[in-house]
């Protein structure tokens, strides 16, 4: 059950497009599509932005898209927003009933 | 709405247990799987233990199997979770959630959270 792997900071200004990436290996993210997407501002809940890869739970904001290309799967926010700013981490099924999340991304927007 | 609320939390000595509850509401309870997932200060999230609608099957974290024992009390609209002998590294905020599909589909993503409980493990 390693963690998955996300790159700790991303940055962009508003109207630009960002992705973060959350790789993880072939028993886990490259085996189920089951990758979800969460989002963290500071003191609050995770809050479920991607389920299943790139499907988007219903209030979320079409800006929030989601792929998977082999062992790594990828959040990208386009038209970046001030209130896009907070953590995000990655999901994936891991096989024998078990769930492993990425180490979590900070999200500045500059 | 929709809503989950966590209780139980506090500070603890290393060695000793708590029992965590996380009450819902607004909700069929008995028709969704329910986890907890826990956040160690200034740390990311974790997965900690999944259980089924039913309560017929409870699968665990490496790192807590064989001390935490996760259960539900479908009558209650109630889950819980035991924690024995606990370590300085289990100190993190917990949080319950709520299985995004129905009976049987556990993991597709979680889509209600509790406001979290705060566990201090130390002596």
């Known amino acids: 059950q390693s963690a998955l792997t996300q790159p700790a900071s991303v940055s962009g200004s508003p109207g630009q497009s960002i992705t973060i990436s959350c790789t993880g290996t072939?028993?886990?993210?490259?085996?189920?599509?089951?990758v979800s997407w969460y989002q963290q501002n500071p003191g609050k809940a995770p809050k479920l932005v991607i389920y299943?890869?790139?499907k988007r739970p219903s209030g979320v904001s079409n800006r929030f898209s989601g792929s998977k290309s082999g062992n790594t799967a990828s959040l990208t926010i386009s038209g970046l927003q001030a209130e896009d700013e907070a953590d995000y981490y990655c999901c994936s099924y891991a096989g024998s009933d078990t769930l492993v999340f990425g180490g979590g991304t900070k999200l500045t927007v500059l | 709405q929709v809503q989950l609320v966590e209780s139980g939390g506090g500070v603890v000595q290393p060695g000793r247990s708590l029992r965590l509850s996380c009450v819902a509401s607004e909700f069929t309870f008995n028709n969704y799987g329910m986890h907890w997932v826990r956040q160690a200060p200034g740390k990311g999230l974790e997965w900690v233990a999944v259980?089924?609608?039913?309560?017929?099957?409870?699968y665990y974290a490496d790192s807590v199997k064989g001390r935490f024992s996760i259960s539900r009390d479908n009558s209650k609209n109630t889950l819980y979770l035991q924690m024995n002998s606990l370590r300085a590294e289990d100190t993190a905020v917990y949080y319950c959630?709520?299985?995004?599909?129905?009976?049987?589909?556990?993991?597709?993503?979680?889509?209600?959270w509790g406001q979290g409980t705060t566990v201090t493990v130390s002596s």
């Open positions: 299943e890869v790139s």
């Open positions: 259980i089924w609608h039913d309560g017929s099957d409870k």
């Open positions: 959630a709520k299985c995004l599909s129905q009976r049987g589909s556990y993991y597709y993503g979680m889509d209600v």
């Open positions: 072939s028993s886990d993210v490259g085996k189920y599509n089951l």
